[in-house]
């Protein structure tokens, strides 16, 4: 290779330091990690005026390490296995991937597979990602009442105090008689309509329990004629009926 001196001013000397530094401020500021040339490998860009070759290091480093590596190696071919690496362990630290629990496997593959090319489209990776990821969406995702259940939320404390309720006017209605029973199949309805529409019950459900205490008690489904007679009844239970056992032993 040869040599060439220079003899430069002072003055010129000072004015390539200066473009020298700025160069260097400007390209850290874009990248912390690039690595910067000599002061002598800036003046042979000068000289042959490309300043190509001050960065072919730079790029040649960024290519083999680093972020843009680690991103460039997951998305050629780890990507899918690092998704479902959190996916699966983000229940393991009190996370969840839920998806909705109405979906058919028909609409649940082809949610995970939008959302699957969303992803790759975005990061610009392979389009033979695709399937392969949406595969480890769906493997991960869970049902949204089975994660509900799991981290105990407050909607499915509600569905369990709701399905509590119902189970224990459900024995109200069999085993109490007359007026009482015709109570409880009252709060029974109420209970089951309010279940329902929280998702504790589904409509099958309800119907069959509903059936059910029409076989064993078709009584209590016949409306109770309201006149005097029965106001009078009514009001003679209320004085005869003894406290409930809990209340008796608070009065003692």
Same mark, same amino acid.
């Given at each position: 290779m040869g040599h060439i001196t220079l003899s430069?001013?002072? /003055?010129?000397?000072?004015?390539?330091?200066?473009?020298?530094?700025? =160069? #260097? @401020? +400007?390209?850290?500021? *874009?990248?912390?990690?690039? !690595?910067?040339?000599? =002061?002598?490998?800036?003046?042979?860009?000068? *000289?042959?005026?490309?300043? +190509?070759p001050l960065t072919e290091h730079a790029v040649q480093r960024m290519l083999q390490g680093g972020q843009y590596a680690w991103a460039k190696r997951t998305l050629d071919k780890e990507f899918p296995d690092v998704v479902a690496i959190l996916m699966r362990q983000a229940t393991e630290f009190g996370f969840g991937f839920a998806a909705r629990s109405e979906w058919t496997p028909e609409e649940l593959a082809k949610q995970c597979r939008d959302w699957a090319t969303?992803? +790759?489209? /975005?990061?610009?990776?392979?389009?033979?990602?695709?399937?392969? *990821? !949406?595969?480890?969406? &769906?493997?991960?995702?869970?049902?949204?009442?089975?994660?509900?259940?799991?981290?105990?939320?407050?909607?499915?404390? #509600?569905?369990?105090?709701?399905?509590? @309720? +119902?189970?224990? !006017? &459900?024995?109200?209605?069999?085993?109490?008689?007359?007026?009482? !029973?015709?109570?409880?199949?009252?709060?029974? @309805?109420?209970?089951?309509?309010?279940?329902?529409?929280?998702?504790?019950?589904?409509k099958q459900e309800a119907q069959q329990i509903m059936e059910y205490l029409r076989l064993l008690k078709p009584d209590i489904f016949v409306e109770e004629p309201y006149d005097m007679f029965t106001r009078l009844a009514a009001w003679l239970r209320s004085i005869f009926t003894p406290p409930p056992r809990t209340q008796q032993r608070q009065s003692r």
């Amino acid at each position: 290779m040869g040599h060439i001196t220079l003899s430069l001013k002072d /003055e010129t000397i000072a004015s390539l330091r200066k473009d020298f530094e700025a =160069f #260097l @401020r +400007v390209s850290l500021k *874009l990248d912390p990690q690039f !690595a910067t040339p000599s =002061f002598e490998d800036f003046l042979r860009a000068k *000289l042959l005026d490309n300043m +190509v070759p001050l960065t072919e290091h730079a790029v040649q480093r960024m290519l083999q390490g680093g972020q843009y590596a680690w991103a460039k190696r997951t998305l050629d071919k780890e990507f899918p296995d690092v998704v479902a690496i959190l996916m699966r362990q983000a229940t393991e630290f009190g996370f969840g991937f839920a998806a909705r629990s109405e979906w058919t496997p028909e609409e649940l593959a082809k949610q995970c597979r939008d959302w699957a090319t969303a992803i +790759v489209s /975005e990061a610009q990776g392979d389009p033979t990602l695709v399937d392969p *990821l !949406a595969a480890q969406i &769906k493997s991960a995702a869970q049902d949204i009442q089975t994660l509900e259940e799991t981290m105990q939320t407050p909607a499915w404390r #509600l569905a369990e105090s709701l399905r509590q @309720r +119902v189970y224990e !006017a &459900k024995i109200g209605c069999e085993t109490s008689v007359g007026s009482m !029973a015709r109570e409880k199949l009252g709060e029974l @309805r109420g209970l089951l309509r309010l279940g329902i529409s929280h998702g504790s019950f589904q409509k099958q459900e309800a119907q069959q329990i509903m059936e059910y205490l029409r076989l064993l008690k078709p009584d209590i489904f016949v409306e109770e004629p309201y006149d005097m007679f029965t106001r009078l009844a009514a009001w003679l239970r209320s004085i005869f009926t003894p406290p409930p056992r809990t209340q008796q032993r608070q009065s003692r």
